[in-house]
Nanobody, 124 residues
Framework: QVQLVESGAGLVQAGASLRLSCAAS????????MGWFRQAPGKEREFVAA????????SYADSVKGRFTISRDNPKNTAYLQMNSLKPEDTADYYC?????????????????WGQGTQVTVSS
């Protein structure tokens, strides 16, 4: 049974930092590209960041570039999203996802497995 479980949700003020974690089980973690997406109320789910199987290549949405960092720890079967300098527009439910595809896709349709989501709220 494949499971992706996010943690690290919170309510913070603008300018603060949060780190989200995604613990994976039931799959060959090191063979999967990991991604983070987010969905704000009334909006579509959007790409945030992705990391390659080895962790040496990353990709980011323009809106988070320079503020967020995606990483992974393969022995721990865990992916992370470090979020710094948070803004109110970063408020959303954040989802981790896993893909068998080789590239760092920004399309949610390329990701087969999804977590249940974790809520991040940034106040101004």
């Amino acid at each position: 049974q494949v499971q992706l479980v996010e943690s690290g949700a919170g309510l913070v003020q603008a300018g603060a930092s949060l780190r989200l974690s995604c613990a994976a089980s039931g799959l060959s973690f090191s063979n999967l590209v990991m991604g983070w997406f987010r969905q704000a109320p009334g909006k579509e789910r959007e790409f945030v960041a992705a990391v390659s199987r080895s962790g040496d290549t990353t990709s980011y949405a323009d809106s988070v570039k320079g503020r967020f960092t995606i990483s992974r720890d393969n022995p721990k079967n865990t992916a992370y999203l470090q979020m710094n300098s948070l803004k109110p527009e970063d408020t959303a439910d954040y989802y981790c996802a896993a893909s068998w595809m080789g590239g760092l896709s920004t399309s949610r349709y390329m990701y087969k497995y999804w977590g249940q989501g974790t809520q991040v709220t940034v106040s101004s």
